[in-house]
């Protein structure tokens, strides 16, 4: 109970005016349950679907209700990772650019590019006649399944911040075990619902993003901060429902 606190204290708008413990059963337990997190999101958002409004208006209050329900934390890491990595400077200054408040040129350009980017992406997909709402449950699952996976399997960047005090409190191995565990239920949900061939299409996107994602931030920054993690749930999710349309076309 108290890593499920946690993890709605975190990476929720949920208020938890609680002081809890943050030893390793409760890192552990808080990336352990941060993909039902995203399911959670997404069970909400599918309330949306039953207003019956255009696939454009629905797409965008989908992809609305994810930032607010996130409180924008997500979006914000990608915002900071875009202008760090689009500066083109050496490690140190990308390193001040993630950790400067202020949002440059390249993080707009790129924040805009994504979420008119994604609500297009999404609105298609409603659009066609083999739309399930699974997905719109299941994507932000697999999306944060992501961001643990990438956490658990790659060193921090630096020895500082939130991430990397989460990094050293967490019990790696069961953490992964646990989010591959998560990620084959909602494998298992996909097929049984829509299509065998999505399953198994969403778990080798998945694979190859994830060591792809991995590579490059161990290539560009030397491992994963929070602003990286951020950058690759909401990277995740438009990769998941571009594959989504490609696949429903």
């Given at each position: 109970?108290?890593?499920?606190?946690?993890?709605?204290?975190?990476?929720?708008?949920?208020?938890?005016?609680?002081?809890?413990?943050?030893?390793?059963?409760?890192?552990?337990?808080?990336?352990?349950?941060?993909?039902?997190?995203?399911?959670?999101?997404?069970?909400?958002s599918?309330?949306?679907l039953y207003?019956?409004?255009?696939?454009?208006?629905?797409?965008?209050?989908?992809?609305?209700?994810?930032?607010?329900?996130?409180g924008?934390?997500?979006?914000?890491?990608?915002?900071?990772?875009?202008?760090?990595?689009?500066?083109?400077?050496d490690?140190?200054?990308?390193?001040?650019i993630?950790?400067?408040?202020?949002?440059?040129?390249?993080?707009?350009?790129?924040?805009?590019?994504?979420?008119?980017?994604?609500?297009?992406?999404?609105?298609?997909?409603?659009a066609?006649?083999?739309?399930?709402w699974?997905f719109?449950?299941?994507?932000?699952?697999?999306?944060?399944?992501?961001?643990?996976?990438?956490?658990?399997?790659?060193?921090?960047?630096?020895?500082?911040?939130?991430?990397?005090?989460?990094?050293q409190?967490?019990?790696a191995?069961?953490?992964?075990?646990?989010?591959?565990?998560?990620?084959?239920?909602?494998?298992?949900?996909?097929?049984?619902?829509?299509?065998?061939?999505?399953?198994?299409?969403f778990a080798?996107?998945?694979?190859?993003?994830i060591?792809?994602?991995?590579?490059?931030?161990?290539?560009?920054?030397?491992?994963?901060?929070?602003d990286?993690?951020?950058?690759?749930v909401?990277?995740?999710?438009?990769?998941?429902?571009?594959?989504?349309?490609?696949?429903?076309s």
């Amino acid at each position: 109970m108290n890593s499920l606190l946690l993890a709605l204290q975190f990476f929720t708008i949920i208020p938890v005016h609680k002081n809890l413990p943050m030893e390793e059963r409760q890192i552990s337990g808080i990336y352990s349950l941060f993909p039902w997190i995203g399911a959670s999101i997404g069970a909400i958002s599918c309330a949306l679907l039953y207003f019956q409004w255009g696939p454009l208006m629905t797409a965008f209050s989908i992809v609305f209700m994810g930032v607010l329900l996130s409180g924008g934390l997500h979006l914000d890491g990608f915002i900071d990772t875009s202008d760090a990595f689009f500066s083109y400077r050496d490690r140190m200054k990308r390193f001040e650019i993630l950790d400067d408040p202020r949002v440059g040129a390249f993080g707009v350009m790129a924040v805009v590019l994504l979420i008119v980017g994604k609500v297009i992406i999404v609105s298609e997909v409603l659009a066609a006649e083999s739309f399930h709402w699974i997905f719109v449950l299941l994507l932000p699952l697999f999306s944060r399944a992501a961001l643990v996976m990438l956490f658990g399997l790659t060193r921090s960047a630096k020895e500082s911040g939130l991430a990397y005090f989460f990094k050293q409190k967490m019990n790696a191995n069961a953490v992964i075990l646990a989010t591959a565990c998560n990620i084959f239920v909602g494998l298992l949900l996909i097929g049984w619902m829509t299509s065998w061939l999505i399953a198994v299409t969403f778990a080798v996107v998945l694979l190859v993003f994830i060591c792809f994602y991995r590579n490059w931030a161990l290539k560009n920054f030397g491992g994963v901060t929070g602003d990286l993690l951020g950058a690759c749930v909401e990277i995740t999710e438009v990769v998941l429902w571009l594959t989504l349309l490609l696949l429903l076309s």
